[in-house]
């Protein structure tokens, strides 16, 4: 099951009705803060938290805040009287409208409880199809359950809570990797203790029969761990209380032993989200032993660059289809490469990232007449300088703009580019520059061009000190 398009109508900050085509493998989502990046991925949830529901396990609904509400500009004429509500305009309903590569599309709606409903409401479609096509997984367990999960910007918290809260109140087997998939929290206690449950069947496993036994299904988790997080190996529980153990080694320097808890942000972050998506392919199809990553999923993580050294944005969803031999140290595993039938949809405030993927993976968003829209990005990223594209993806600056050495190194250019460079004014701003940084190298570049414009129109200055 892979996503072809998601369609919002007046959801959250998207009024009317923006059509966003997805990424079979990698939609990244990029725009300034506030633009919509969050909400595109609340409202996936939303539209694929019936899947959850069906199996009858915790997935995602609708609210009457997701309806699209407009709210009046203050002004000195605003009677600040009743609720934010009363002095507002909402829509009549909010509909979420999902279809997959296989032609399946159904779709989600939620209506303003304070207004009737009118023609003006297009009819919905409703989720017969899906049901069917889900009825048919719920009937067969040797049929693939897909994974459908969101990662919110908390995922790193590892020991928030001892239950999920919510969600199933009774065994309901494999359909249980589908409990609160949607809620964007990693729950680590259920991996955990999966992870213990697992590793004890192992250990009788060895001492009874063989020796030399591995779980197929945890050693592919351990091999994926391994993949996405570098220099860790080794991952385990010790017992009362529970706990994970994981041997890690940074570049030269010695093996240590540590908690997982022990780990950086960025360790953690990444570790919770793997595991907790291997852990709920184990258990929705366990018939697929060694080969629970190939499961189908469709997974949403917001700030997938989140709390990662620039090194490791560079290659946390990278794209790269040849394998080329290099001297440089072996690469992070991409995301995509460990789980090679899972479609990411993802959001990103990160140029570095932006350039390990190709321009048909990546989506802007942008605030315009009231409203969200999205646009593809033209101009090329793959393998891109990280600056090129931070200015024409991002629309950010590679140097800060309100900084005082840009602003003077700007206006030095412009004295250069009005053949200005031994005035006054522009002997001053050269001297601050070197004051303010010696070692900048446009400071060369920009000797250099004053000496090439000297060669051109044969004036002379001081600009050789």
């Known amino acids: 099951m892979k996503l072809k398009y998601v369609k919002i109508e007046n959801f959250r900050g998207i009024r009317d009705e923006m059509f966003l085509p997805l990424h079979p493998r990698l939609t990244i989502l990029v725009g300034d803060n506030a633009n919509g990046k969050t909400t595109i991925l609340e409202a996936l949830a939303t539209g694929l ?49 999902l279809e997959t590569l296989e032609g ?28 069917e096509f889900l009825s048919q997984i719920y009937s067969d367990t040797h049929r693939e359950l897909p994974i459908v999960a969101y990662y919110g910007t908390n995922r790193a918290i590892l020991s928030s ?7 199933s109140k009774k065994n309901t087997g494999r359909f249980n990797a589908l409990n609160n998939s949607l809620t ?3 729950r680590f206690n259920d991996v955990k203790n999966w992870f213990a449950e697992e590793e004890d069947i192992e250990r009788r496993n060895r001492l009874e029969y063989d020796d030399k036994y591995r779980s197929p299904v945890l050693q592919t988790v351990r ?19 529970t706990r994970l153990l994981v041997d890690f080694k940074y570049k030269q320097e010695p093996t240590e032993t540590l908690l997982l808890e022990q780990l950086s942000d960025g360790y953690r972050t990444t570790w919770a989200l ?16 060694a080969n629970i990553l190939q499961t189908e999923a469709i997974v949403l993580i917001d700030e997938v660059d989140l709390h990662l050294h620039p090194n490791w944005q560079q290659q946390i969803v990278a794209i790269d289809e040849e394998d080329i031999e290099s001297s440089d140290e072996r690469p992070i595993a991409s ?13 990103t ?52 703009r309100h900084n005082t050495f840009t602003k003077l190194l700007n206006r030095y250019y412009e004295l250069i580019e009005e053949d200005e460079w031994d005035s006054e004014i522009a002997k001053k701003i050269k001297k601050r520059l070197y004051e303010l940084s010696p070692d900048e190298p446009e400071l060369i570049s920009a000797k250099m061009e004053i000496r090439r414009r000297q060669v051109i129109s044969g004036k002379k200055g001081h600009e050789e000190s």
């Not at 002004?75 to 009287?81: I, R, V």
């Not at 907790?276 to 199809?285: E, G, Q, S, T």
């Open 184 to 186: 964007g929290i990693s």
């Open 223 to 241: 091999e994926a761990q391994e993949l996405l997080l570098p220099g860790c190996t080794h991952l385990r529980t010790i017992p009362k209380p």
């Open 274 to 289: 793997v595991a907790d998506l291997a852990r709920r392919m184990a258990v929705a199809n366990p018939h697929l032993n």
């Open 349 to 400: 405030h990160s140029d570095e990232l932006v350039t390990s993927v190709k321009p048909e993976n990546v989506v802007r968003l942008f605030r315009t007449d009231g409203t969200i829209r999205a646009q593809p990005v033209s101009s090329y990223t793959y393998g891109a300088k990280s600056g090129r594209v931070l200015e024409r993806v991002m629309e950010g600056s590679e140097r800060p």
């Open 104 to 131: 399946l599309l159904w779709d989600v709606s939620k209506y303003n409880s304070l207004r009737k409903k009118d023609s003006k409401i297009p009819k919905a479609i409703g989720y017969k199809k899906l049901h």
């Open 49 to 97: 938290g019936i899947i959850p529901s069906y199996f009858s396990v915790k997935g995602k609904g609708a609210s009457d805040d997701d309806i699209h509400q407009y709210m009046p500009t203050l002004s000195e004429n605003f009677a600040l009287s009743g609720s934010l509500k009363n002095q507002s305009e909402q829509a009549l309903y909010m509909r979420i409208t």
């Open 161 to 167: 809570e001892t239950k999920p809260r919510g969600g």
């Open 335 to 347: 995301l995509l490469k460990v789980f090679p039938n899972t479609q990411f949809i993802v959001t």
